[in-house]
Structures are given as C-alpha cells and as structure tokens.
C-alpha cells in the first residue's frame, strides 16, 4: 500500500484573469511526504512565490489557479469551503514569506501579532501565553521585543517573530517563500538555524523556496527546480548534479561555479 | 492587548505645545487676510444698510455713522483695533441687525452644528459601510451597482440633491414639512443632503485604501495565519484604513461647515451659513470676519484632533523610539 503524500499538488495552472488568461504557472506536480525537506528554485519571476500563494491561498485577484488541485492530505484546497479552508490555514499549512521588512502589521505590537497566531492555534489564556515567550525563547528574541511595533526590530529579528509564529501554530506543512531575502550573510545564517529549529521542533514538512541553490542545499534534501512557470527538473542533492540536466537548472549551477560557492 | 498603552506621554505634551503654538500665527494671517479682503471689497456697509432701510440720508449723516462704527479709520488700524476686542471677547456689532456678533453666533451656531455633526456622523458611518461592502465585494454587479450610485452621489450638486429630497419626500410623499424650521426633524433632510454627497467622496476613499491594504504583504500572513476573516477586516485591515481618513474626515468637517451654506438657504434653516450670506449681501464687516475666525478655528481644531489620533493610532512613527536596533 501506498501511503498518501502529505501535499500532492498536481497540474496547477495559474493564469491571470485580467490579461486574456496568461499562463503564469503551467502544469506543475509534485509531492511533499510528512517529514521532507524539498527546496524549490528557480530564476525570480519563474513562478515560485505563485504556486507557494496558490498553495496558501494568498493567491491575489486577478490571479487564480485555473486547473488543477492541490491535495491536503488527501483534500482538495482548491475546492473546499472557506470556512474549512480557513482551519486548514495556520496550523496545516503556514507560509513564512519573504520580505519581513512588510510582512507583520506595522501598528499592532509583537505581542499582539504572536498572541493573535495563538488564537488559530486553538491555544487561549495563560497556555497561549506560556506558548508565546516558549517560541521567543526557541528563536532566540528577547522578552521585551513583546512590547515593541516592527519597525523597532531590524530585519533578521522580524524574520524570527515569523517563524516564532511558526512554533506556535506547529504546522503539518511549512512553506518558507525566500526567508532569507534582503537579509546579509550572518542573518541568513541566523534565519536558517532558526528554521532548522522550527522544523525538528514542530516535525513540519518544510517546502523550502529560493533563487539560491547554495542555502537549498544547506536545508533540504531534494530540489524542484522551475522556469518560465513549468516545473523542469527534481535533483536528489545528495548527489552531485549531472552535466545532462535540464539547461535551467545548468544554468543556476554555472553560476554558482563561477561566483565559487 | 490589542492597543498599546500610551507611554510616550512627554512626547505627546511636546505635540500639542508645537502644534497649538504654530496654529496661531496661521489663525492670524488668516484673520488679518480675510480682514483685508472684506475690507477691500467695493460696497459701503453703512450707505447699503440706509438704502435698504429706504431713508434718505446726507452725507454728513453717512460719514457720522462711520465714525460711530469705527469705520473711518485707516483699514490696518482697524484690524489691530478688532485684534484688541477680540481678547476681551468681543467681537463687534453688526451693521445690519445693531445686535453684538456674539450674541447672533449664539444664535445660530446650534443648529450649523447640530446639522454638521450629525450628516458627518452619518457619512463616517455611511462611507466606511458603502466602501467596506464595495471593496470587499469587488467585481460582483452589487459593487458595480453601488458604484454607479456613489458616481452619481458625486457629480450631483448638492442644491439638485436638496430641491429632489424636497420635491419627493416633502412634495410628493408629504413625510415632511416644506421650508420651515421648528422641530429635530425639520434636520433630517438637510442632513441627508449633506451627508449623502460627503459620503459619496468618502466611501470612494475607504474602497481605495481597503483595497490598498488588502495587498499587502502583512495582510496576505494574516490569511496564512488561519486568522478569521473577521479578525483580519476588523482589526489589521481596519487599523490600516484609519490615518488617512482621518485626515480626509477632517478636512470634510471642515467642507461640511461650508457647504451647510447652501444647504440652510435651500432648507430655509437660520444656521450659521444663512447669516453669513447675508453678511455678504450687506457687507456685514464684523459677522463676517467672526465667520472667518470661527471656520479657521474649526479647520485647526479638526486637523488638530486628526493629528492626535494619527499620532495615538500609529505609534510606529513615533520619533526617538528607542528601538532594538
């Protein structure tokens, strides 16, 4: 017997409606067991973030997935009623996205956002609390950055209160779209270690994006690699990437050969 | 939990100081500009007022009465001269009517401000329901409808908006009385006159900014969050919407006030902008300029408590905050 895939997304076409249907994403598949790591790459604008929003359901009118489903354990998202959809939101599948810089609401304190997360967590009251400073905790933030509006925290640290937000809800699925963008080197390494936290933490599947082959490796196991909105290739990086692969996918590794990373 | 408590007390203190004390040189070049350009307006107060009470007059009369009424003096000395009443509170007599300013402020400044801060409660309540149910229901035939109608509301100028309110709910269904003032009702009209184009430019506002927000990135983790839609309307997006229209909302109090002008003339209401028409029919120096200082006081004090609660809504902004960077 088989055992169903965590996530299986298959032929996920996201067109926008507004400009004659325009093809942005085509027939992308693939699966997510419980438990794996798989990275996502590609040049920007290849069409990551959309297929991480179709999965979340952030997507944006005009843009919407045209065809295909994307199974949560073994439901259809696509399909469902919102309110269902909305309890499979937060704790079945949450998204870290990129640029912290706008992602927490400017006017409301740390507190309130991470205490709020706690509400969809169905944890309330002193146990809620309790689960907020555990999370501060584990991603290393100090207590009094509670109190404070996200324009007090630089980059990295509002990157860390995402993924606090993250401990909180203990995802089944965790997408990280681009965590590390705008972040310099010793942040980024801070981010991914805290993610790495998240991750044996809450045993989430992680669905880890990136333009960076370089960090994928770092944290996941496999990679899907995109352009031009098609899905192209998967490489297993436990092995080295073989000359026969797909030219986007060449393309990202000379670039990393050259640059010497 | 949801609302920081306010802490930046010292700060808070300097805003008003700054604020109150930059407020009055605007509320004086303002008088002293009005002062200059009704002064400079052709017309005789006094020769007007004796025409209209049909007696005939001579010179020396004329030029009696000008003395009596200040009015012979250079316009310059005139103005510190009404400068100096003014701090002891007294803001003239008016040629017209022989009464003291005050005294007819008193008069009509109840029903203007009964008018103006109930159609501004009703189009702050209508607006943000109209903009709310607009954005929210984008590219359904119910937001397209109520976009027609909110174009309409816009381009109709009020007087159309006052004599059809009239023609169809006085004339026709006879709900209420024609041109006559007397009872809280005889308002309600009027008010809807007022508010109803005022929420027209309002509800315009409210759409965009939803609509603006809803985009962003933090209302997009809100969503991945599992966040109801009702915590995410209520309380992110609705916190978002609020500092600009709040500023927009004051500046409309301000043209609420004005624009009962014409609304009280149609409506027959012997408010503050009936008499201030009049003034300028007759030339009426001392109501007038009272006008002027009483609308510069409302437009600093509207911007004033806009400022306010901006600066209490988003206390991000605050300068000095001493962050973890």
């Not at chain 2, 109090?253 to 009962?260: A, C, E, R």
Request: proline fraction near 5%; include cysteine; hydrophobic fraction near 45%.
């Amino acid at each position: 017997m088989v055992a169903t895939p965590l996530l299986q997304v298959e032929n996920l076409t996201i067109t926008n409606s507004a400009q004659s249907n325009e093809r942005l994403v085509q027939g992308v598949s693939f699966n997510l067991a419980s438990g794996q790591r798989l990275g996502l790459i590609g040049k920007s604008g290849c069409g990551k973030s959309l297929t991480c929003h179709a999965i979340t359901g952030a997507l944006r009118a005009p843009l919407i997935p045209s065809s295909g489903v994307i199974r949560f354990q073994g439901r259809d998202l696509l399909t469902m009623p919102l309110a269902e959809r909305q309890k499979v939101r937060g704790t079945g599948v949450f998204c870290i996205f990129q640029s912290p810089g706008s992602a927490l609401h400017p006017s409301l304190t740390i507190e309130t956002q991470l205490l709020e997360t706690t509400g969809a967590a169905s944890l309330f009251g002193e146990v809620a609390r309790h689960a907020v400073y555990q999370a501060l905790d584990a991603v290393s933030l100090p207590k009094r950055c509670l109190h404070q509006y996200p324009d007090a925290l630089s980059g990295g640290m509002k990157q860390r209160v995402m993924m606090a937000m993250a401990l909180i809800l203990k995802p089944t699925i965790l997408i990280a779209d681009e965590p590390t963008t705008g972040l310099d080197v010793i942040t980024e390494f801070e981010t991914l270690q805290a993610l790495d936290v998240v991750q044996r933490e809450t045993g989430s599947a992680l669905l880890f994006v990136s333009h960076d082959l370089r960090i994928v490796r770092q944290t996941c196991t496999s990679v899907l690699v995109m352009d031009a909105g098609r899905l192209v290739e998967t490489c297993d990086l436990n092995q080295p990437i073989v000359p026969s692969c797909h030219p986007a996918t060449a393309e990202i590794t000379g670039a990393m050969e050259r640059l010497q990373l | 939990m949801i609302c920081a408590p306010f802490t930046k007390d010292k700060q808070m203190k300097q805003f008003v100081f700054t604020r109150t004390f930059s407020g009055i040189p605007t509320l004086f070049g303002m008088t002293l500009i009005g002062f200059l350009i009704i002064g400079l307006t052709p017309g005789d107060p006094i020769e007007m007022e004796l025409r209209r009470l049909g007696v005939a007059f001579s010179a020396e009369q004329v030029e009696a009465l000008r003395v009596e009424y200040g009015l012979n003096k250079p316009l310059i000395q005139r103005y510190f001269l009404w400068l100096f009443d003014l701090f002891r509170l007294d803001l003239g007599t008016s040629i017209a009517s022989g009464r003291p300013v005050l005294e007819l402020f008193k008069e009509h400044l109840p029903i203007t401000a009964t008018l103006s801060v109930l159609a501004f409660m009703s189009s702050l309540a209508l607006s943000l329901g109209l903009g709310g149910v607009t954005a929210v229901s984008q590219r359904t035939s119910l937001s397209t409808g109520l976009y027609v109608l909110t174009m309409f509301l816009v381009s109709v100028p009020s007087f159309w908006l006052a004599l059809f309110l009239l023609a169809v709910f006085a004339l026709g269904l006879g709900w209420f009385k024609l041109l006559q003032f007397g009872n809280p009702q005889d308002l309600i009209l009027p008010t809807i006159t007022l508010s109803l184009g005022h929420s027209a430019v309002m509800s315009r506002l409210v759409r965009e900014r939803i609509i603006a927000v809803m985009s962003e990135d933090y209302i997009r983790l809100a969503i991945a969050k599992g966040l109801t839609r009702r915590a995410i309307l209520g309380r992110h997006v609705f916190k978002s919407i609020l500092p600009p229209l709040i500023t927009n909302w004051a500046i409309s109090f301000g043209s609420l006030l004005g624009g009962s002008v014409i609304v009280e003339n149609i409506f027959n209401l012997p408010g503050l902008g009936q008499m201030a028409l009049q003034a300028i029919a007759e030339r009426d120096f001392a109501i007038l300029q009272a006008y002027l200082l009483f609308m510069g006081l409302v437009f600093f004090l509207a911007n004033f408590v806009a400022d306010l609660m901006n600066h209490w809504l988003t206390p991000q902004i605050k300068k000095g905050d001493n962050g973890l960077r």
